[in-house]
Each structure stands twice: as structure tokens, then as C-alpha cells.
């Protein structure tokens, strides 16, 4: 199969972005550009694409997206993350011992020692069980180019892969990615060598309850001007 570029896979990504989201549109009025620019505040990171119209429904929205090719390959895998590992246990802990209602001992318990106890007893037993039950799990690994992606503040936010880029991974780190681009809400575009682009997995709204996203952006005024 022959190798996209990353300019390539970006290029047709974003015509099908286009497309995707025309009737979404409010009066057919859409912003649409490559390589746009967070502002210094925010960072000052260059998204490979962004994305805003005025939805029918949801007003301002922004849709950002990042291409990948068979040259950034290795920002694709996922790898196990220890401080994400142990902030998972932590919350483990922390939700067995107040399911458990060990929690509430701090409150009605007579005995300090036990008042103490009990709680930690069972927020430790929590986290370890967890640890151990769940070592392996992709909630626990991390890939590049999601952190990356997540430098592009959006309603919803893509990613887009050549299709060679996405075989050369092994089935077991596709679907780790998958996962984590689904818990992150991250929808997943695969470009091929002719014409064909598939939706892997659909992005999904994530809202935001005051204001919107083009206020990270550099030209988030021209581009509001744009679309209303």
C-alpha cells in the first residue's frame, strides 16, 4: 500500500470534515483552514485543522483536528503512564471507601483510632484491588498524539490517519487507541491511497457551559466574524 504524506492525509481530511459538518451549518456559512494557530497564552500550538460554523441547535461551534502518517508513527502508540496509573487508583480508593460507607466512620465513630482506620484501611484495600485488577488496562496508558490534540480546544476534535500508518500498528494498540480517543470523546478518520475515507469513530459534543472555543484561538474574532 502505498505511503500518504501527512500533508495529504491532512488535505483530504479536512475536505471530509467539510463535508461532514455542511448541513450542521446555520445558512451554509462554514470557517475552514489549515495550520491555525492557539494563542501565545494558550500555548500558541498550530492545529492541522480547524473548523467553525454556527450549528442549528448548539450556536458557536469549533472542531479541530490532527493528521498523522506513517512518518509520525510513533506519536500513535500508546504506552503505560505511572502518574496516570496511580491517580486511577487513587479515585479507586477513594470511590470503595465511600461506597463501602468506611468514609462515614470519620463522622460517627466514637474511637479516634478507629475513626482513622477504617477509612484509610478501606481506601487502601480499594486502590491496591484496583491496581491489580486492572494493571493492563488502557485506562492507565497515554498516547502522544492525544496530548497533543488536546492542546486544540474544540466542541469536537478528530484525528486522521493514513490508512498504511494505521495497519503498520499491531491489533492490540489499535485498540487501545480507539479506547482512549472514545473516553476522550475523539473521533477517528482513516485515509486511503484513492478516495475513500473511513469513520472509524464518530467524535462526539463535548459542550461548554460558558462562552466558546474560538477564544483560544489567535483569529478567533476573524473567524466569529466569519460565520455570523
Same mark, same amino acid.
Given at each position: 500500500?502505498?505511503?500518504?504524506?501527512?500533508?495529504?492525509?491532512?488535505? $483530504?481530511?479536512?475536505?471530509?470534515?467539510?463535508? =461532514?459538518?455542511?448541513?450542521?451549518?446555520?445558512?451554509?456559512?462554514?470557517?475552514?483552514?489549515?495550520?491555525?494557530?492557539?494563542?501565545?497564552?494558550?500555548?500558541? @500550538?498550530?492545529?492541522?485543522?480547524?473548523?467553525?460554523?454556527?450549528?442549528? =441547535? =448548539?450556536?458557536?461551534? +469549533?472542531?479541530? #483536528?490532527?493528521? @498523522?502518517? #506513517?512518518?509520525?508513527?510513533?506519536? #500513535? @502508540?500508546?504506552?503505560?503512564?505511572?502518574?496516570?496509573?496511580?491517580? /486511577?487508583?487513587?479515585?479507586?480508593?477513594?470511590?470503595?471507601?465511600?461506597?463501602?460507607?468506611?468514609?462515614?466512620?470519620?463522622?460517627? #465513630?466514637?474511637?479516634? *483510632? *478507629?475513626?482513622?482506620?477504617?477509612?484509610?484501611?478501606?481506601?487502601?484495600?480499594?486502590?491496591?484491588?484496583?491496581?491489580?485488577?486492572?494493571?493492563?488496562?488502557?485506562?492507565? @496508558?497515554?498516547?502522544? +498524539?492525544?496530548?497533543?490534540?488536546?492542546?486544540?480546544?474544540? /466542541?469536537? $476534535? &478528530?484525528?486522521?490517519?493514513?490508512?498504511?500508518?494505521?495497519?503498520?500498528? /499491531? $491489533?492490540?494498540?489499535?485498540?487501545?487507541?480507539?479506547?482512549?480517543?472514545?473516553?476522550?470523546?475523539?473521533?477517528?478518520?482513516?485515509?486511503?491511497?484513492?478516495?475513500?475515507?473511513? +469513520? &472509524?469513530?464518530?467524535?462526539?459534543?463535548?459542550?461548554?457551559? &460558558?462562552?466558546?472555543?474560538?477564544?483560544?484561538?489567535? /483569529?478567533?474574532?476573524?473567524?466569529?466574524?466569519?460565520?455570523?
Amino acid at each position: 500500500m502505498p505511503q500518504l504524506s501527512e500533508q495529504t492525509v491532512q488535505r $483530504r481530511a479536512l475536505q471530509f470534515l467539510k463535508e =461532514w459538518y455542511r448541513k450542521k451549518a446555520r445558512k451554509g456559512k462554514m470557517y475552514l483552514q489549515a495550520e491555525v494557530r492557539t494563542r501565545l497564552d494558550y500555548g500558541g @500550538k498550530r492545529a492541522d485543522g480547524l473548523l467553525a460554523f454556527q450549528h442549528f =441547535w =448548539w450556536g458557536t461551534t +469549533v472542531v479541530s #483536528m490532527e493528521a @498523522k502518517s #506513517m512518518k509520525t508513527l510513533a506519536a #500513535m @502508540k500508546t504506552q503505560f503512564d505511572l502518574s496516570v496509573f496511580l491517580l /486511577n487508583c487513587l479515585r479507586a480508593g477513594g470511590l470503595f471507601c465511600i461506597l463501602s460507607g468506611c468514609f462515614f466512620a470519620l463522622f460517627w #465513630m466514637d474511637d479516634p *483510632m *478507629m475513626r482513622i482506620f477504617l477509612p484509610l484501611n478501606a481506601f487502601i484495600v480499594g486502590a491496591a484491588a484496583y491496581g491489580l485488577l486492572t494493571f493492563g488496562s488502557y485506562r492507565h @496508558k497515554v498516547a502522544p +498524539v492525544l496530548n497533543q490534540l488536546a492542546e486544540y480546544p474544540a /466542541n469536537e $476534535r &478528530w484525528l486522521a490517519f493514513s490508512r498504511d500508518s494505521w495497519r503498520k500498528l /499491531n $491489533r492490540e494498540k489499535r485498540r487501545e487507541l480507539t479506547k482512549l480517543c472514545k473516553a476522550h470523546r475523539i473521533g477517528i478518520l482513516l485515509i486511503d491511497s484513492g478516495k475513500r475515507v473511513l +469513520v &472509524w469513530q464518530r467524535a462526539r459534543r463535548k459542550r461548554k457551559l &460558558w462562552g466558546d472555543f474560538l477564544k483560544y484561538y489567535s /483569529n478567533g474574532s476573524r473567524i466569529r466574524q466569519a460565520i455570523e
